[in-house]
């Protein structure tokens, strides 16, 4: 009998994580597409000058223009670029 109470915690123990593990936490769907999210919005120039400070450290400062089109696409596509 014992070994049945033990048997059935451990099947819902793994029902339980079976569930908890397929659940899809893309965070990745919930964050922006890099490449589609400031179409419309910011400037390829723009989009160039940031990847290139953001990810390598380089060029020149941002403009206050493009700062604000940054600001405009707002913060899931902030954070896109920015990861």
Do not use: W
Request: hydrophobic share 40%; charged share 20%.
């Amino acid at each position: 009998m014992e070994s049945i109470n033990g048997f059935c915690s451990l099947m819902i123990l793994l029902i339980i994580n079976i569930v908890a593990l397929s659940t899809d936490l893309d965070l990745v769907a919930a964050q922006a597409d890099i490449r589609t999210c400031a179409n419309g919005i910011m400037t390829k120039e723009c989009g160039r000058s940031l990847g290139q400070r953001v990810a390598y450290n380089t060029g020149s400062p941002l403009t206050d223009e493009c700062c604000a089109e940054l600001v405009k696409v707002g913060k899931p596509c902030h954070d896109a670029f920015v990861q």
